[in-house]
């Protein structure tokens, strides 16, 4: 049960990218990161061991499991309250892609029908833009060429080879939707809840562990 957190271990990796330096921008961004991962893993073998300070009790255990969790990932708990993504027409596409860091990948919601098997294709892909510039040079550049006909926005041309087509969108597809960023608080906010529950446990556990020595003594 204690080794369980070497089985464990890569799926830090996974589940928290920035452990990667995905996403990271700032040297105290990096530094949080990872003192909050070696934390919860630390947490994460006092919980298994069923020992912290003193011997942990039942719900001692599992809050620090909890505490472990949100430390690891608080981007959950924040996923709970605001959605990370939401959609918005595909009129915007130009303006939202003319309006994207360098770099940057659009995710667009496109629906159409494969010519080969008929089969209605119904997906989300992400796109990248390139350098800066006007939202449509910047699809150009992704490779694809859009209309609108009668209020829906239609792939009209993908260039071959490009990274609309090596995700399979077609000619004829509409573009149903785009999916941007919400603007919404940071999620290292659900760091103080969890450290403040963190406090708790250890002011608990050293209460009964100054204790001890005065019960043996009385025996």
């Known amino acids: 049960m204690y080794d369980i957190r070497t089985a464990i271990l890569p799926f830090l990796f996974i589940y928290n990218t920035e452990l990667l330096m995905i996403g990271v921008e700032t040297w105290y961004h990096l530094l949080t990161t990872i003192v909050t991962a070696i934390a919860a893993m630390m947490l994460f073998a006092a919980a298994t061991q069923g020992f912290f300070i003193v011997k ?3 719900w001692e255990t599992l809050a620090l499991l ?10 959950y708990w924040m996923d709970q309250i605001y959605p990370p993504l939401e959609s918005v027409s595909a009129s915007d596409i130009y303006e939202i892609a003319g309006a994207m860091p360098v770099d940057a990948q659009i995710r667009i919601h496109v629906v159409g029908e494969d010519m080969v098997t008929e089969r209605v294709i119904d997906k989300t892909v992400m796109l990248p ?7 449509e ?12 006909v009668d209020g829906k926005t239609i792939v009209d041309n993908v260039v071959f ?4 087509k090596k995700q399979e ?4 597809f509409e573009i149903v939707s785009v999916e941007v960023a919400t603007d919404r608080p940071g999620k290292q906010w659900f760091y103080l809840p969890a450290l403040l529950v963190l406090g708790l446990i250890i002011m608990l556990q050293r209460g009964r ?6 019960a043996a003594a009385a025996e």
């Open 137 to 148: 040079d910047r699809l150009f550049e992704a490779g694809l060429e859009i209309i609108v």
């Open 209 to 214: 562990r100054e204790k001890t020595p005065a």
């Open 129 to 135: 833009l390139g350098a800066a510039g006007s939202g």
């Open 56 to 58: 942990s009790r039942i």
């Open 169 to 172: 969108i077609d000619f004829d």
């Open 161 to 164: 080879g490009s990274a609309a």
């Open 66 to 75: 909890l505490i472990c969790f949100t430390l690891f990932r608080p981007g």
